[in-house]
């Protein structure tokens, strides 16, 4: 058998040594292969006798200087059934050599699921298996050796779109598909000063009074806002208020959270809550929260971000969200605002509107 490798560049090598060993057999005593003579297309040779066949082998060769210093073995070249891309040519029982199969030429298993095949440098290496995936988070997808083919297998209770996620419960509202998981906003139900809202499932919102006795008039600081914008969108309404609190009170949003509340004439629509503990604290100067995800945003009642700035008792607030519950005024023409810090308020009950139904400003 001849094996054929490529000559280094390096002047310092005066020969070469071929090794050989059959599967799962260390490389034993080297061929010394000295420096033989360049083939036409520049490859150098070595006859390697002794091999059994159809027996599968590997062979290898490494350079060495005049002082016997040996490279690191080279990379191993397979022969036999078990390397499609190495081809034995022979031209008598004592006259063969090994020759590598073209970069491309197909070598595949037959198999589906590891993709097409090819050889390359003398090795058969598999293509990228076949892309399974059907864009729906609804299915597990897989890819099945024995129908050769790929397979798409549902997911019990995944959502395909907002359609499927629509209920009889009136307390939840704008339910939505995101990722193959319903989710839906709190049904938000309108209090006033002396009567707390519930919501029942079936018959929807109500009123309890609150006992006689029971003040209704919180004392807040002044909430100063400078726009409080809301726009009409196909999944509720986007909202973006920038204000300033002018306080007194040592306030943490860390701790106490942070609540945001509009009001109309007939009484409070909206409420959204930023839980304490997912607000991120900048040296007690700048506390700020923003949602990952639709999930984050429906936790926290549609509020999507919140920037709280603290200069010296003097607080400027920027927020954005989105919320269904806000349509219902979007044409009112005075609005309340009241921003919470656990029992600590801030408040501005006279906030003048103007708009439509598409777009609202107020001051």
Same mark, same amino acid.
């Given at each position: 058998? !001849?094996? !054929?490798?490529?000559?280094?560049?390096?002047?310092?090598?005066?020969?070469?040594?071929?090794?050989?060993?059959?599967?799962? *057999?260390?490389?034993? +005593?080297?061929?010394?292969?000295?420096?033989?003579?360049?083939?036409? /297309?520049?490859? #150098?040779?070595? =006859?390697?006798?002794?091999?059994?066949?159809? $027996?599968?082998?590997?062979? +290898?060769?490494?350079?060495?200087? +005049?002082?016997? #210093?040996? =490279?690191?073995? =080279?990379?191993?070249? $397979? #022969?036999?059934?078990?390397? @499609?891309?190495?081809? %034995?040519?022979?031209?008598?029982? #004592? +006259?063969?050599?090994? !020759?590598?199969?073209?970069?491309?030429?197909?070598?595949? /298993?037959?198999?589906?699921? %590891?993709?097409?095949?090819?050889?390359?440098?003398? *090795?058969?290496?598999n293509? @990228?298996?076949? %892309?399974? =995936? %059907?864009g729906s988070a609804c299915t597990t997808d897989r890819c099945d050796e024995t129908l050769a083919r790929c397979v798409h297998d549902s997911i019990p209770g995944c959502c395909r779109s907002d359609a499927d996620c629509l209920d009889t419960d009136v307390c939840t509202s704008a339910e939505r598909c995101v990722s193959g998981t319903c989710v839906s906003f709190a049904a938000f139900c309108p209090t006033s000063p002396c009567a707390a809202a519930f919501c029942d499932p079936r018959s929807g919102c109500g009123q309890m009074p609150v006992p006689d006795g029971v003040s209704c008039a919180p004392t807040c600081d002044p909430l100063t806002p400078r726009r409080f914008v809301l726009r009409y969108d196909p999944a509720g309404v986007s909202y973006s208020l920038r204000a300033t609190v002018q306080t007194s009170a040592l306030i943490d949003p860390t701790v106490s959270g942070v609540a945001l509340e509009v009001a109309a004439p007939t009484g409070v629509v909206y409420r959204a809550t930023v839980p304490g503990a997912v607000i991120g604290n900048q040296r007690g100067r700048q506390f700020t929260y923003r949602a990952r995800s639709d999930t984050d945003v429906l936790a926290t009642d549609g509020l999507a971000s919140l920037v709280l700035k603290n200069r010296r008792g003097k607080w400027s607030l920027k927020v954005r969200g989105i919320t269904p519950d806000l349509a219902s005024v979007m044409s009112e023409s005075q609005l309340a605002l009241t921003l919470w810090f656990d029992t600590t308020c801030a408040q501005d009950t006279s906030l003048l509107c103007e708009g439509d139904s598409d777009r609202a400003s107020c001051r």
């Open positions: 058998m !001849r094996v !054929r490798w490529s000559p280094t560049p390096d002047p310092r090598v005066t020969g070469y040594h071929v090794y050989v060993r059959s599967g799962g *057999v260390p490389y034993g +005593a080297p061929y010394e292969a000295g420096m033989p003579a360049a083939a036409p /297309d520049g490859t #150098l040779g070595y =006859s390697v006798s002794g091999l059994t066949s159809g $027996q599968t082998y590997f062979f +290898a060769v490494t350079a060495y200087t +005049a002082t016997y #210093l040996e =490279s690191g073995i =080279s990379g191993e070249m $397979q #022969l036999g059934p078990g390397n @499609p891309c190495a081809i %034995d040519h022979c031209w008598s029982p #004592l +006259a063969c050599e090994i !020759r590598v199969a073209a970069d491309g030429s197909s070598c595949d /298993d037959g198999l589906f699921c %590891d993709g097409i095949a090819v050889c390359q440098g003398g *090795v058969c290496q293509g @990228p298996p076949p %892309d399974c =995936s %059907d």
